[in-house]
């Protein structure tokens, strides 16, 4: 029985684990509240994100990232992507496969208009 419940929690675990892996997370690095709009198909989610504070396991699907309700600049993410807030704009921070290096430097990812 002991070996059936560890075999449970150690499954879960892992599924957990693997979730978050093929999730995108969101860091505001500005000194101000930027308001985020997530949308995933016909779901749409809107957080208040405060300086320092980040989301973690987002668009595990892909979605489209709105910065401030600005319809000009959507950011689109597949889903594992790092990425973090900075002068008002989302910029690519990590790796998107686990296991791959960063680059270290912050590049503006494609915006799709």
């Given at each position: 029985?002991?070996?059936?419940?560890a075999?449970?929690?150690?499954?879960?675990?892992a599924?957990?684990?693997?979730?978050?892996a093929?999730?995108?997370?969101?860091?505001?690095?500005?000194?101000?509240?930027?308001?985020?709009?997530?949308?995933?198909?016909?779901?749409?989610?809107?957080?208040?994100?405060?300086?320092a504070?980040?989301?973690?396991?987002?668009?595990?699907k892909?979605?489209?990232i709105?910065?401030?309700d600005?319809?000009?600049?959507?950011?689109?993410?597949d889903?594992?992507?790092?990425?973090?807030i900075?002068?008002?704009?989302?910029?690519y921070?990590g790796?998107?496969q686990?296991?791959?290096?960063?680059?270290?430097?912050?590049?503006p990812?494609?915006?799709?208009?």
């Open positions: 029985m002991k070996a059936i419940v075999f449970a929690a150690g499954t879960i675990a599924l957990l684990w693997t979730s978050e093929v999730a995108a997370s969101v860091t505001n690095r500005d000194e101000k509240d930027h308001k985020v709009t997530i949308m995933e198909g016909d779901v749409r989610q809107e957080h208040t994100l405060k300086p504070a980040s989301l973690q396991g987002i668009c595990r892909g979605c489209i709105r910065l401030d600005s319809e000009d600049d959507d950011y689109e993410l889903g594992s992507e790092i990425v973090s900075e002068d008002g704009y989302l910029y921070d790796p998107d686990p296991g791959e290096q960063g680059q270290g430097e912050s590049n990812p494609p915006a799709s208009k």
